[in-house]
């Protein structure tokens, strides 16, 4: 009932800036926090920047990674700048406290996360 859907990743050199852009759709009534985070092979999952009432940054992308949401669009961004071979990784969208309606018009509140399939960011000369 609730599809989350990331782009914007590629490949770009160090140095270089990306924006990933993460929308959700359906009936959504209210989403309390939208996230991205970043895995790479063999490592956990990993949080990079929340938004809810305020904004979180993992230590590692203070001051280089920049998160904001549209509530109108339903759409949280994640702005990278001076990406480095580091940050290589398949970025996460995820959804925490979603409520949205059904099909027959039925409220339903999902703690979540609700996530999206991914997005390869590649950082590399």
């Known amino acids: 009932q609730v599809q989350v859907v990331e782009s914007g990743g590629g490949l770009v050199q160090p140095g270089g800036s990306l924006r990933l852009s993460c929308a959700a759709s359906g009936r959504i009534l209210r989403i309390d926090a939208m996230e991205w985070y970043r895995q790479v092979p063999g490592k956990e999952r990993e949080l990079v920047a929340r938004?809810?009432?305020?904004?979180d940054y993992a230590d590692a992308v203070k001051g280089r990674f920049t998160i904001s949401r549209d509530n109108a669009k339903k759409t949280v961004y994640l702005q990278m700048n001076s990406l480095r071979p580091e940050d290589t990784a398949v970025y996460y969208c995820a959804l925490e406290s979603v409520v949205y309606y059904t099909d027959h018009d039925v409220p339903v509140a999902v703690k979540g996360p609700i996530w999206g399939r991914g997005t390869q960011v590649t950082v590399s000369s």
């Open positions: 938004i809810g009432d305020r904004s």
